[in-house]
T-cell receptor, first 114, second 112 residues
Framework: EAGVTQSPTHLIKTRGQQATLRCSPISGHTSVYWYQQALGLGLQFLLWYDEGEERNRGNFPPRFSGRQFPNYSSELNVNALELEDSALYLC?????????????FGNGTRLTVT | QQQVKQSPQSLIVQKGGISIINCAYENTAFDYFPWYQQFPGKGPALLIAIRPDVSEKKEGRFTISFNKSAKQFSLHIMDSQPGDSATYFCAAVSDSNYQLIWGAGTKLIIKP
């Protein structure tokens, strides 16, 4: 079974630009979660999508947004990039809303804002 | 805001030793406690998980000990190997409340 795939692997942007990150979940998984992991730090919850709807969001400003497509893939958009947005962005998927089953993570997109 | 407190932040253990990472939670509604392992440049992966109806779960060299009354759980890595060097995250889940709270992570280094 193919794992969670994220693209691009690396992304370099300048301050003020917009970034778009993409995620394809494991086949059969309808829930997609986005996390931010700053260097050396923990996992900060960004967004949870299920069945095309945003189910929950973390404590991040509105310039962090996303969507989930009918095939359950998802994209994360970060507008008006700031230097502190530099981080590893991880996507995870699970069966519908089942947090008590394994979350399967991709290997992330490393976003660098200069 | 509900927290899961994880300690230590970093840990150095000699090869062959026992690595112990501890987590404590507050909300008694949590009903699933997973541990994830993350290698550099990779996403976290589920290592082992426990539900509060058991006090211990063992998978190979990895054991979770769970103390429901103290609201604490810990990961024990027996015979630690250099390949175990990674960052470990505990988490607490309340499926009914759609909550997943992560610990801050522990960077484990196993010295050969």
């Amino acid at each position: 079974e193919a794992g969670v795939t994220q693209s691009p692997t690396h992304l370099i942007k300048t301050r003020g630009q917009q970034a778009t990150l993409r995620c394809s979940p494991i086949s059969g998984h309808t829930s997609v979660y986005w996390y931010q992991q700053a260097l050396g730090l923990g996992l900060q919850f960004l967004l949870w999508y299920d069945e095309g709807e945003e189910r929950n969001r973390g404590n991040f400003p509105p310039r962090f947004s996303g969507r989930q497509f009918p095939n359950y893939s998802s994209e994360l958009n970060v507008n008006a990039l700031e230097l502190e947005d530099s981080a590893l962005y991880l996507c995870a998927s699970s069966l519908r809303g089942q947090l008590n089953s394994p979350l399967h993570f991709g290997n992330g997109t490393r976003l660098t804002v200069t | 805001q509900q927290q899961v407190k994880q300690s230590p932040q970093s840990l150095i253990v000699q090869k062959g030793g026992i690595s112990i990472i501890n987590c404590a939670y507050e909300n008694t509604a949590f009903d699933y406690f997973p541990w994830y392992q993350q290698f550099p440049g990779k996403g976290p992966a589920l290592l082992i998980a426990i539900r509060p109806d058991v006090s211990e779960k063992k998978e190979g060299r990895f054991t979770i000990s769970f103390n429901k009354s103290a609201k604490q759980f810990s990961l024990h890595i027996m015979d630690s190997q250099p390949g175990d060097s990674a960052t470990y995250f505990c988490a607490a889940v309340s499926d009914s409340n759609y909550q997943l709270i992560w610990g801050a992570g522990t960077k484990l280094i196993i010295k050969p």
